[in-house]
């Protein structure tokens, strides 16, 4: 049986999937290769259940159609944040990450409008993230979904790389940028 391909040699008919505990068994190992591919930080199995386990609603997956294999993941949360008056729901894009052989093809995109919307869907005032300021393929992506540099960390990650702190305001009154950031 050949696979109907779309784009590229990329499966027609890529399933996204919302992550459920119940896929841990079959997901995490994967989900942790991906990721230790490509992020510059260590991530123990505890940090991806601590979000897994609390915010799985909030998570995505893109798995191949035929071979039911991870092709990307965003992983991703939701709390209450105190630094502002109004206290702020904020959203957070922990993690990132598409399958290298899969990448242009608009899933990391796809990913992340999908957590975007649920974050909407439970009532977020603004999303950040953060991201190596060297990472052009990941900066372009959140500056296209409408994200804007709020904050320049120098030295941030444990490799020494510098990243910016991303904002996406999701209602009137918040996100706005202090005045003087460095970035």
């Known amino acids: 049986m050949t696979l109907d391909v779309g784009v590229a040699g990329l499966p027609a008919e890529l399933r996204y999937i919302q992550y459920d505990s119940s896929l841990e068994t079959q997901y995490l190992p994967s989900i942790r290769a991906l990721i230790s591919k490509d992020l510059s930080e260590p991530y123990s ?9 609390q915010w799985g609603d909030l998570c995505f997956l893109a798995i191949h159609p035929e071979t039911a294999a991870l092709i990307g993941v965003v992983i991703n949360k939701l709390e209450s944040h105190q630094s502002r008056s109004p206290q702020t729901l904020r959203g957070y894009i922990a993690m990132l990450a598409v399958a290298s052989s899969y990448r242009g093809h608009g899933i ?42 709020s904050k320049k960390l120098h030295r941030y990650y444990l490799n020494g790389n510098t990243a910016y702190r991303l904002m996406l305001p999701l209602k009137s009154g918040f996100g706005r940028m202090p005045e003087g950031e460095d970035f």
């Open 108 to 149: 990391a995109t796809t990913l992340v409008r999908r957590a975007i919307d649920a974050m909407i869907g439970r009532d977020a005032d603004e999303i950040i993230l953060e991201t190596e300021v060297t990472n052009t393929a990941a900066m372009k992506l959140y500056e296209r979904l409408g994200f804007l540099r």
């Open 45 to 53: 199995i505890y940090v991806y259940r601590y979000f897994l386990h």
